[in-house]
Nanobody
């Protein structure tokens, strides 16, 4: 079993910064892709940023140049550095990890979600 623990959300004024973390623990052989999603009230969950095991990154257009995703493989942790935050970034942020188990099965795990609120 794998557990994900997110941290780092909160309330910040527009233009401010936050750093989200998502740490995985449990029986893990390898973690492939890691990603951050967000869901605002009344909207569908969207992929904000992703990073492959090789370090290649992708971002949704609305956060390019403001958010940076990174990972620490030794700690099984993914980060999302969010700068120049805007009110429209307000949402619950979820991490997702693609985990390869010791039995070579692919499993998708989600964090519990962390609230990010940006005030104008």
């Amino acid at each position: 079993q794998v557990q994900l623990v997110e941290s780092g959300g909160g309330l910040v004024q527009a233009g401010g910064s936050l750093r989200l973390s998502c740490a995985a623990s449990g029986t893990i052989f390898r973690i492939n892709d890691m990603g951050w999603y967000r869901q605002a009230p009344g909207k569908q969950r969207e992929l904000v940023a992703s990073i492959t095991s090789g370090g290649a990154t992708k971002y949704v257009d609305s956060v390019k140049g403001r958010f940076t995703i990174s990972r620490d493989n030794a700690k099984n942790t993914v980060y999302l550095q969010m700068n120049s935050l805007k009110p429209e970034d307000t949402a619950v942020y979820y991490c997702q990890l693609v985990v390869i188990t010791i039995t070579q099965l692919t499993r998708y795990y989600w964090g519990q979600g962390t609230q990010v609120t940006v005030s104008s």
